[in-house]
């Protein structure tokens, strides 16, 4: 993979350099048509004079001495050139003192002049190699070459002359060299001079140069780049330098020694041209940087967190921070995990012993050296063999996801390739056909997820099947998106989400681009759980099934999008002088949002910090970008550039997280309903006042999502669905409108900040909602108003609602069990009044049933059953609980509609401590 990613950034590079080649024969001639102009007549005149002759015949005899089987006299010729006809030429050129002055001055300037414009088109090719290499869009070199003018001028003033005076420092050594040694050793001391000193100068050029013109960091902070690559590095660069252009000048003189215009057409411009995209490959390479992260992934020898022992713990510090912001989810621990445990240990049962089963993977030679090692760390723990082998990780609907680790219970490449082995002879039973159209796989930034997305491919390859392989980081929807654009049979994301950093997961998605079904799902957990011997499969990683992605999937999917917005004479208007801070969180996003919004002309400051794709997320606790502390760097960064918009997408790019500036002029971080719904009336809005809403026009939300959805479809006239938790549900309508024709799908949305415009994918997009975010504060700074303002004007028209996510962790190897246990107690229960609040009625989705306790009649809903209790509160206001499907967490949602903020806020606490004793009562 590294070398496969250097050649690609390589080649890249290479596409792109000629366009400095053509500037600089440009620049050539032209300088030398200023030069035969005004100077060329005092060259001629010192051209034609006695000293120059007998210079050149001197200069002729003394290299003719060189040639083998000549019978000149090499000493002499020597001593003559030196000591004779070159002080002579000396001596005639301070008689023409003031001519020679002339032409230097002369030919400085042009070539001062020739380097000034040469150093300000680096830095078009700079913005047009960063497009190659970080966005899927593309940025012509003109564009680029007048929006960079005057950071190029600036940097030229800096650069050229001290650039120049270098390079004239280095032809007086070698001419001093040549003087003061003879001949051989002097031509010795030149080409070393040459080479080291050269070297030198890309070694340091190679980090500050790409920083400026590729990073746009400024001068100072460009030069430091260089400093923190540490001196391993900086030693390592120079040393390839020290070679490659020794092996430069070799090449060039055998190549002009056949013919010079060979080497003045051919090897001297491919000279230039490899030296210059080296400085970028060496510089994205060594310090691993955005796109080709996967350097830094590759040269770290040993994951440090693998080792860790961070299973007594449930969520790291992320669960101690959530209780304590006012910003995050509430969560309650039920008790911790060590407690649990025991437990577990003093009385529940076990499918299996884990500790025979501890020893067996142990002691098996079949197990990688890391899990030995990891294993062998555990050896007198034995809550922690069991949490890792009393269970097996559970296949959901949502595919597996856990901490990562070596074990039956843990996110492994074993319990990858046990899983992906199911699903493969889930495919082999449909037939060739399907083998043939294959599975395509992506993965995010998480630790482990390149390895588990390898594994995968060789294992559906052993099984025959082709596997489409993403060569780099991809977001959750374009995966949906190269499912349906390749038609494959299924699609696999390697990703665990917005979940902390021990966590990664496993996701299979159905031919429709949406999660498999549970019908089909339910056949793969089938075969998958009749491989009881996890280390027993293998797969073949370097079969001729493993083909790559096409790289014009990303260039149509950017199109997609662009497709789909509102608002173009906004963001004409307002793109370009747009104050917005957008945040990757250091995943998956950072690519296709910038190069949609690049597309679009709508400027955005980048969180620099968070670009990398560091595994560890080390600038934030958690990767959820729904936290206001995720979005800390993105605030600073907009109160410094006075920004009223904050927006992050999460690891996999599945998930928004958006930050609004109050009218007190302090950002808050919205709910994921919040900002479903400022995207909801602006996109009912723009589609009502261009006059192109279809007449059948529908929007789907999850029955968990905010009730104010309602009211805002009810006032545009548009359709409103509710499905069951869980994207797919939506794009099954999606699938089911496309083919009966009953609807037309504008905007489908979760409250868990998953949203989606077009049917170009399946499954949450925040690419397209990063897009719809930006264009509408383009499209409220073009009519005058904030974001901030429009979301009270809605507060003001529908009434105010207040939407609270609270989740109740459970912890050890039944609490799952234990989750649904208690949703299953309370559908026993009938409760008519929580905290004061009459409940109208009551939902019962396992069973899809709606009991009316006002009329008291039972009702059948249309809707997939689900494990879920739903409580209509009087007023228009609900309470929902559930079992998480991938998290051991009890989720509670509270959607409360009141006359203002305070009262909402009120209301909110007698209703959670209603809920939390019904829960207490629903336990025991």
Not at 64 to 73: F, K, L, Q, R, Y
Not at 642 to 652: L, R
Not at 686 to 707: L, Y
Request: hydrophobic fraction near 40%; charged fraction near 20%.
């Amino acid at each position: 993979m590294r070398f496969r990613n250097t050649l690609h950034l390589f080649v890249e590079n290479f596409k792109n350099t000629y366009k400095i080649l053509l500037i600089k024969l440009i620049l050539a001639l032209v300088g030398g048509a200023i030069l035969c102009t005004f100077i060329l007549p005092e060259i001629v005149q010192i051209g034609t004079s006695e000293a120059w002759e007998k210079l050149s015949a001197d200069f002729f005899t003394f290299f003719t001495t060189m040639v083998p089987g000549h019978d000149g006299n090499f000493d002499e010729a020597y001593k003559q050139l030196i000591q004779g006809s070159l002080p002579a030429f000396g001596t005639y050129l301070l008689t023409r003192a003031g001519e020679i002055v002339g032409i230097s001055i002369g030919t400085v300037l042009v070539s001062l002049a020739a380097k000034f414009v040469e150093s300000i088109c680096y830095f078009a090719l700079g913005d047009t190699l960063d497009d190659r290499m970080q966005t899927y869009g593309e940025m012509t070199f003109s564009s680029s070459l007048v929006k960079n003018l005057g950071r190029a001028c600036k940097y030229s003033l800096v650069y050229v002359p001290i650039a120049f005076l270098f390079d004239v420092a280095v032809i007086a050594l070698c001419y001093l060299s040549l003087v003061a040694f003879k001949i051989f050793f002097g031509l010795f001391a030149s080409v070393i001079i040459i080479v080291v000193l050269q070297a030198l100068k890309l070694t340091l050029t190679c980090f500050w140069m790409p920083a400026m013109t590729a990073d746009r960091h400024p001068l100072k902070k460009a030069m430091s780049v260089a400093r923190k690559a540490g001196k391993g590095q900086f030693w390592k660069t120079f040393s390839v330098y020290v070679i490659l252009i020794y092996l430069i000048i070799v090449v060039n003189v055998l190549a002009i020694a056949c013919t010079f215009a060979s080497g003045l057409i051919l090897t001297i411009p491919a000279s230039f041209a490899l030296l210059l995209c080296f400085q970028y490959v060496n510089y994205y390479t060594v310090l691993g940087r955005r796109y080709f992260i996967t350097y830094d992934t590759i040269s770290v020898n040993k994951d440090k967190g693998d080792n860790e022992h961070f299973f007594n713990r449930v969520l790291d510090e992320a669960t101690a921070h959530e209780e304590k912001s006012g910003d995050a989810p509430i969560t309650e621990v039920v008790e911790d995990n060590a407690s649990q445990k025991e437990n577990n240990a003093n009385g529940k049962e076990n499918n299996m012993d884990y500790q025979k089963l501890y020893q067996a993977w142990l002691n098996d030679d079949r197990l990688c050296q890391e899990g030995k090692a990891e294993l062998a760390a555990i050896a007198g723990d034995a809550k922690e063999q069991e949490y890792r082998f009393g269970a097996e990780l559970e296949f959901g609907t949502a595919g597996m996801r856990g901490f990562i680790g070596y074990g039956t219970n843990m996110m492994n490449i074993y319990s990858v390739m046990r899983a992906t082995q199911g699903l493969s002879q889930f495919i082999c039973g449909l037939g060739e056909e399907a083998k043939a159209r294959g599975v395509v796989i992506s993965f995010d930034t998480r630790r482990k997820s390149d390895v588990f997305a390898k594994a995968a491919a060789g294992v559906l390859a052993k099984n025959g099947i082709k596997a489409y392989l993403f060569d780099d980081v991809h977001p959750v929807p374009m995966l949906s998106y190269a499912v349906r654009y390749l038609k494959t049979i299924a699609g696999i994301m390697v990703t665990a989400s917005h979940n902390p950093k021990e966590y990664n997961g496993y996701k299979v998605y159905g031919e429709d681009g949406a999660q498999m079904s549970p019908e089909d799902t339910a056949t793969v957990v089938d075969y998958i759980s009749k491989i009881d011997d996890f280390l027993s499969v293998s797969g073949d990683e370097n079969s001729p099934l493993i083909v790559p992605v096409p790289k014009k999937l990303d260039e149509d999917y950017i199109n997609e999008l662009s497709a789909l917005t509102l608002s173009p004479k906004a963001v004409e208007a307002c793109g370009a002088d747009l104050k917005l801070v957008y945040t990757p969180v250091h995943g998956s996003g950072y690519v296709p949002v910038m190069a949609i919004l690049n597309k679009l002309g709508i400027n955005v400051t980048v969180v620099e910090e968070q670009t990398k794709k560091d595994t560890e997320f080390s600038t934030v606790k958690v990767p959820n970008p729904e936290y206001k502390e995720t979005l800390s760097m993105g605030i600073e960064l907009a109160k410094k550039i006075d920004a009223s918009v904050v927006f992050g997408t999460d690891p996999d790019s599945d998930r928004l997280g958006v930050a609004l500036k109050n009218a007190e002029g302090e950002f808050v971080a919205l709910s994921g309903n919040q900002v479903g719904i400022l995207l909801l009336d602006y996109i009912l809005q723009r589609m009502t006042e261009d006059n192109v809403m279809p007449k059948n026009a529908a929007v789907v939300k999850s029955f968990v999502t905010t009730g104010m959805a309602k009211a805002l479809c009810e006032d545009y006239g548009v359709a409103l669905y509710e499905t069951p938790v869980g994207f797919k549900f939506i794009g099954e309508k999606i699938k089911q409108w496309e083919k009966d024709g009953k609807h037309t799908y504008v905007f489908g949305f979760e409250e868990s900040c998953g949203y989606l415009r077009g049917t170009h994918a399946r499954d949450k997009d925040a690419v397209v909602a990063s897009m719809l975010c930006a264009e509408m504060v383009c499209y409220y700074a073009y009519v005058k108003k904030s974001v901030f303002d429009r979301l009270q004007e809605i507060y003001a028209k529908y009434g105010y609602v207040l939407d609270k996510n609270v989740s109740v962790q459970y912890s050890g190897l039944n609490a799952m069990k234990e989750m649904n246990a208690v949703v299953n107690a309370l559908k026993t229960m009938k409760v008519e009044d929580l905290g004061g609040f009459k409940v109208e009625a009551f939902r019962d989705y396992s069973a899809a049933k709606r009991y009316d306790y006002v009329n008291g009649t039972v009702s059948d809903m249309d809707i997939p059953k689900c494990n879920c209790v739903y409580y209509e509160v009087a007023g228009g206001s609900f309470v929902c609980v559930r079992p998480s499907g991938t998290e051991p967490k009890l989720k509670i949602y509270y959607s409360l509609r009141a006359k203002d903020e305070a009262t909402a806020n009120a209301d909110l606490e007698k209703l959670q401590k209603a809920v939390s004793a019904l829960l207490e009562k629903a336990k025991n």
